[in-house]
């Protein structure tokens, strides 16, 4: 259960990430945490080696009644998504123009798709 709550949190906070320059105004507390982010390496390592290893977890324990490898599927692969967008920060800074390049429409895809996984735990792509 705390696999899918973490699932949820993460996709949530990283179309947040992405979704700060398009909605700041909305998006004010995400603010501080993008600077945090973008300032620390070693922020940046976790965030990329935990959503590699949640994707893992949602592949292999899937949320009940779903079936192994196929149950959380698409969370995982957004996972897997948002995980390696985290290294790509490290040569942009506040501002830069690549780094926000098709932010809004990757953000909005991975809010949907934690909203979808919020709302449907137990959808099955079968």
């Known amino acids: 259960m705390q ?6 949190f993460y996709l949530t906070l990283t179309a947040f990430f992405l979704l700060i320059e398009s909605y700041r105004e909305y998006l004010t ?5 993008r600077h945090i ?4 390496i070693k922020l940046r390592v976790f965030f990329f080696i935990f959503g590699i290893v949640l994707g893992v977890l949602n592949l292999l324990f899937p949320s009940s009644p779903g079936p192994r490898f196929l149950g959380d599927l698409i969370p995982a692969i957004a996972l897997f998504l948002a995980s390696i967008y985290y ?3 490290k040569e942009a800074r ?4 690549t780094l926000y390049g098709k932010g809004k429409s990757r953000g909005l895809i991975l809010l949907a798709i934690s909203c ?3 709302m449907l735990p137990n959808c099955v792509l079968i």
């Open 87 to 89: 290294p790509s920060l």
């Open 37 to 40: 982010l973008l300032s620390s």
């Open 94 to 97: 506040i501002g830069d123009a």
């Open 29 to 33: 507390f995400m603010i501080r945490y």
């Open 116 to 118: 979808f996984h919020f």
């Open 3 to 8: 696999i899918y709550f973490l699932t949820i």
